[in-house]
């Protein structure tokens, strides 16, 4: 049997999409193992579809002053110990990386026992921890055309990001009974990414007196970011985090209000969701959902507006422009050719195994 270790982990950006190759990867006769931080989002998630899961120790690589930065390198160095101790009793053919902090000291391991290695950059332009993993890889798959245009030739493939299979299957009156809601409004729906954004919450909650006569809203807050106090307001429903119901939630939702990551807008265009896209600003970030955010916007597949621009007139105004030109944004995706990154993903890591 083929043996493959996955790896990624901090978001769930850098978990689903291994997530969606996992099936196929299973029907091509692999064995799947995965390595990602002790106690991260990952766990869970990789846990609950039954894939053994080995946790290691990992620091976070920081751009910014933090007292941490002395401390997590030498956590990252017990991760790289810990990982090629993993690496060599799992003996794998192949290891397929999508990102965040814990995988640099698994691409490091598998480098040093001559794993191939293939990397998978969902944004424009690579995060850090793909900076520092890209020199060890044999095969990088890109979201972007612009990002393949920066490795030397043959490197890199534009695949897209795989896309959960279960996402298509949601149900809009599921959804409905799961939130409560009594009445036909159209329903907006709100995500702050994985671990939710205060900045995205504020705006959202400043107006929604002023959306919640004509919309239901559903807002996935993010861990410990739910308010009490707007517990008891008719058509809007506050979640820490869905899981098996967010396809519902998805089927039902009219439009969706998100942050700009990557997958999240590559889930939102494979699932024709006109939406409003509030990316990460310049000083929490390198500036990679400005860059999706406008990529996207310029395709006519989504309306962009900047955190320090939102007023509630700004919000408001946005939310009934998408609602009145939904069909627009709707045919402007679906005329957009998806590549289908699943088989393009699967069959280079296949490649690399033969």
């Known amino acids: 049997m083929k043996k493959i270790v996955l790896t990624g982990g901090g978001t769930a950006g850098h978990v689903t999409p291994n997530i969606a190759i996992i099936p196929r990867l299973k029907e091509m006769g692999y064995e799947i193992s995965y390595i990602g931080t002790y106690d991260g989002i990952e766990r869970k998630l990789i846990e609950d579809i039954g894939i053994p899961y080995y946790g290691i120790s990992s620091g976070k690589l920081r751009r910014y002053f933090s007292w941490k930065n002395f401390s997590d390198p030498f956590r990252v160095l017990k991760g790289y110990r810990e990982a090629k ?22 691409v490091f391991a598998a480098s040093k026992r001559k794993v191939p290695i293939v990397i998978h950059e969902s944004d424009m332009t690579p ?40 996402l298509y299957k949601g149900n809009a009156a599921a959804a409905r009974e799961f939130c409560g809601f009594q009445n036909d409004k159209p329903t907006v729906l709100v995500i702050g990414g994985s671990t939710g954004s205060v900045g995205v919450n504020n705006a959202v909650r400043s107006c929604l007196d002023r959306l919640l006569p004509e919309y239901n809203v559903i807002h996935i807050c993010g861990k410990g970011k739910t ?5 008891n307001k008719p058509g809007y429903v506050q979640y820490e985090y869905i899981k098996k119901e967010l396809t519902d939630v998805f089927a039902l939702a009219d439009i969706v209000i998100s942050r700009a990551g ?35 916007e310029k395709s006519g597949f989504s309306k962009v507006i900047m955190e320090e621009d939102i007023t509630d007139d700004v919000l408001v105004n946005a939310v009934h422009e998408v609602m009145k030109d939904k069909e627009k944004y709707i045919e402007a995706m679906s005329k957009d050719k998806e590549a289908d990154s699943i088989t393009l993903i699967t069959s280079i890591i296949d490649s690399l195994v033969d």
């Not at 890209?134 to 393949?148: D, G, I, M, R």
């Not at 699932?271 to 406008?294: H, T």
């Open 85 to 106: 101790k993993l690496i060599k009793k799992l003996a794998p053919d192949v290891l397929f990386s999508k990102g965040g902090f814990v995988s640099v000291p698994v």
């Open 127 to 166: 995060g850090l921890a793909n900076k520092l993993a890209l020199p060890k890889a044999s095969k990088v798959c890109c979201n972007f055309p612009e990002t393949k245009d920066t490795f030397p030739e043959g490197v890199a493939t534009v695949t897209g990001t795989p896309i959960r299979a279960e």
């Open 227 to 231: 308010d009490d106090s707007y517990n």
């Open 262 to 296: 990557a997958n999240a807008i590559c889930e939102l265009h494979a699932l024709r969701k006109p939406n409003i896209l509030i990316p990460l600003p310049l000083k929490q970030s390198r500036g990679d959902q400005i860059l999706n955010a406008r990529s996207f």
